[in-house]
Nanobody
């Protein structure tokens, strides 16, 4: 069964940090490349970061220098370390596979002042 399960979201104060995890199973292997997206209320889903099969990373401009995507192939898990969180980072965060075919259920991140 193909499955992506996110965890690690929650409530954090402005300037705080969170680390999101996405456990992949079934025919999804994180070493093929994974992505994190987010969707805020009333807005479209947007790319946050991607890690390619080569290990190269891509970041949206609004998270550069604050967020970091990584993976643990042995655990088949991808992570999103989020530092210096801002109010505007509040959203549901989703992980997806390399072709954006499969998506997790999302994890809520709420940044408060």
């Amino acid at each position: 069964q193909v499955q992506l399960v996110e965890s690690g979201g929650g409530l954090v104060q402005d300037g705080g940090s969170l680390r999101l995890s996405c456990q992949a199973s079934g025919s999804i292997f994180v070493n093929n490349g994974m992505g994190w997206y987010r969707q805020a209320p009333g807005k479209q889903r947007e790319l946050v970061a991607r890690i390619l099969n080569t290990g190269s990373t891509i970041y949206a401009d609004f998270v550069k220098g604050r967020f970091a995507i990584s993976r643990n192939n042995a655990r088949n898990t991808v992570y999103l370390q989020m530092n210096s969180l801002k109010l505007e980072d509040t959203a549901v965060y989703y992980c997806t596979d390399c072709t954006s075919t499969y998506w997790g259920q999302g994890t809520q991140v709420t940044v408060s002042s």
